[in-house]
């Protein structure tokens, strides 16, 4: 990852700012593709499709698929931590299925991982979310 002048990525550094001065969650990486989810030290136990058009909300797609990796309720607040302590799921649903500026869907691809709880946790612009434990 380079943390050079004018690049707007997390560094790995502490200093845990996003591009807008706003302070990131330490387990907060970007643009890590799932090809890049190191398989020795983490096992795929989940994966689903997420469409905006038919599944609503990706917050609830994300928490839904966590859940059924864990092998939990998704309203257990015990069991499955409010997702907005780890993420800004509107946020990622706005820049990965939002409109373009132009008003058209987008076609650039993207990915990100984070961590929730115990489990990394994928999602590609395609729509999949992959949930990942250690392995």
Not at 83 to 106: H, K, M
Not at 114 to 134: C, R, T
């Amino acid at each position: 990852m380079n943390n050079g002048p004018g690049d707007d990525s997390p560094s790995s550094n502490g200093d845990n700012q996003g591009p807008n001065g706003d302070v990131q969650p330490e387990a907060y990486e970007s643009a890590e593709s799932v090809e890049n989810v190191d398989t020795d030290q983490w096992v795929q136990v989940h994966q689903e499709h997420y469409d905006r058009e038919s599944d609503g909300e990706l917050a609830t797609a994300l928490a839904f698929a966590i859940a059924e990796a864990k092998g939990v309720d998704p309203l257990n607040h015990t069991e499955m931590p409010p997702l907005y302590e780890f993420i800004d799921a509107q946020a990622l649903e706005e820049t990965f299925f939002g409109p373009s500026g132009a008003g058209t869907r987008r076609t650039e691809a993207g990915a990100i991982t984070f961590m929730y709880d115990n489990h990394k946790i994928a999602l590609q612009s395609d729509g999949w979310i992959s949930v990942y434990e250690p392995g």
